[in-house]
């Protein structure tokens, strides 16, 4: 008797233990990854071209800005930089943010918005301030200076698009970098030369794998750039099979922000930019020989080549929430797409790209025959009046929406993924908000463009968009009720 009383209860025991594991513990693998960011058109980076760097890790989360721990169930990963001055209360070296908070500005990535300005940035960047840096960021100019640097550190896909290089990481890797920089004092002390964002980089990533990321001094003239800590990087993971090597891209999000540059390393620079090369022939002629054979016989590094033979999406790139109604039976279902296996799905081909733009001009014409456009080159300008004449909010499940000023009265428009198609999102401006982001993409070269799954996203969004729209027009001149439109929609 007592045997049949104590296999059952080993029995329970052993399967409530495995539930619990299988409740508390993080997934049973994770990333490292080095983030390769675009350059912008300022500050130093203007006569550089080095863009800027962080690392990527999928397993380990944000427990405070400035505190490590692993990743909870449902938790996506999250960034970890460093900044010449961060701009905080305290003079901190790093911080830590969410993946989806780095790229869009989001706690959830399916509140992404539509596109971006300086005006929308700037209100994601204060409902960050308020909710992950109360305590760290209470003075006056680390709330009002826009030279403080953890606004970095919010929806850094508005200003550039980016590139991540990853590699799977074991839980024993995880948690002994979240014991080092846990105990370790966070202190700011940057120098561009020798304790740049490139050298916080590559430090992290050889905790994970020693000697894997390194400088390029002869391309870099002694210093350590982003783009010598990818190259190295890469190459170091493709020589290593069992590391799983994989590379995702985040395009920067189409609006009013000049478009990113690609990423260069100091004698790429030299070798592409007028500004800089003409100085050299004159003043310097003797060297610049040595520093563009350089460049051509050890520099090279393409990251939208490495792309296209790795390429891989992260979930919270196809992450849909708005229900699309079938033309048919008001059935709804998601526009989100699995993670593709094969590269091509990722990439797109040239063929898929070339036909994307051909259904979408005949799209194009009819919003002009419509009136829904006066022309086509309106679209080009959209972005930039929307932002001009509207008011932009949060609201409190962190949507984006913006008050459109209209002739005689105003809309309100959503521009988060999950609120553009909602009843309350003005049905014409949301779907010229599609078509702009959709041209924007079709026109945007490889390195600016998004990755197909989300193309298809947006394009699912478009077509809905349109229906909505004419529906709209239908119920205003049959006079059909708000709620028999939204049932006829199947829109929530």
Not at 174 to 198: M, Q, S, W, Y
Not at 335 to 353: F, I, K, N, R, Y
Request: net charge negative; glycine share 6%; charged share 25%.
């Amino acid at each position: 008797m007592r045997t049949r009383r104590t296999e059952p209860s080993i029995s329970w025991t052993f399967a409530l233990a495995l539930g619990l594991i299988l409740i508390v513990c993080p997934r049973a693998y994770g990333d490292v990854g080095v983030i390769l960011n675009e350059s912008l058109d300022t500050s130093m980076e203007r006569i550089t071209g080095s863009g800027h760097t962080a690392v990527y890790l999928s397993r380990i989360c944000p427990e405070s800005p400035v505190k490590l721990r692993l990743c909870r169930p449902g938790e996506e990963g999250s960034v970890i930089s460093n900044y010449i001055n961060i701009g905080e209360d305290e003079k901190f070296e790093w911080n830590i943010a969410p993946l989806s908070m780095y790229v869009y500005g989001t706690q959830d990535a399916r509140l992404r918005p539509m596109f971006g300005s300086e005006k929308l940035k700037e209100v994601l960047e204060e409902k960050y301030r308020e909710g992950a840096l109360s305590g760290y960021c209470e003075s006056e100019n680390c709330t009002t200076s826009n030279k403080a640097e953890w606004r970095e550190m919010v929806s850094a896909g508005m200003i550039r698009s980016m590139y991540i290089f990853v590699v799977r990481t074991t839980v024993q890797q995880d948690l002994d970098l979240i014991a080092k920089f846990n105990a370790l004092p966070n202190e700011n002390h940057f120098n561009g030369v020798t304790r740049n964002c490139a050298d916080f980089t590559k430090d992290i990533i050889d905790t994970y794998f020693p000697g894997s990321a390194h400088r390029d001094v002869l391309n870099d003239f002694g210093m350590t750039s982003p783009k010598a800590v990818a190259r190295s990087f890469s190459h170091y993971a493709q020589n290593h099979p069992e590391m799983n090597f994989r590379v995702i891209h985040f395009s920067q999000i189409p609006g009013t922000f000049k478009r990113s540059s690609e990423a260069r390393s100091g004698t790429e620079q030299l070798y592409h930019s007028k500004k800089l090369l003409i100085p050299m022939v004159i003043f310097a002629d003797h060297e610049l020989p040595v520093a563009v054979a350089a460049y051509v016989l050890t520099g090279r590094f393409n990251p939208e080549h490495e792309f296209e033979g790795h390429a891989t999406v992260e979930p919270v790139q196809t992450a849909s929430v708005v229900r699309l109604g079938d033309s048919g039976n008001g059935a709804a279902r998601a526009a989100g797409l699995a993670a593709p296996a094969e590269v091509a799905d990722v990439v797109g081909t040239s063929p898929e790209w070339n036909e994307y733009r051909k259904e979408f001009n005949s799209i194009v014409d009819e919003a002009v025959h419509t009136e829904v456009i006066p022309n086509r080159g309106y679209l080009d300008h959209f972005f930039k009046q929307l932002d001009e004449t509207g008011t932009a909010f949060v609201d409190v499940k962190g949507g984006l929406w913006m008050d459109v000023p209209e002739p005689g009265t105003s809309a309100r428009l959503g521009l988060s993924a999950n609120n553009i198609l909602s009843p309350k999102s003005d049905a014409r401006l949301a779907y010229v908000v599609l078509l702009a982001r959709i041209e924007r993409e079709l026109k945007s070269p490889k390195h600016s463009r998004e990755t197909m799954p989300e193309f298809k996203d947006d394009w699912a969004y478009l077509q809905y968009a349109r229906k909505r729209y004419s529906l709209s027009n239908v119920m205003v001149e049959s006079r059909i009720s708000p709620a028999e439109s939204s049932r006829a929609s199947g829109t929530d």
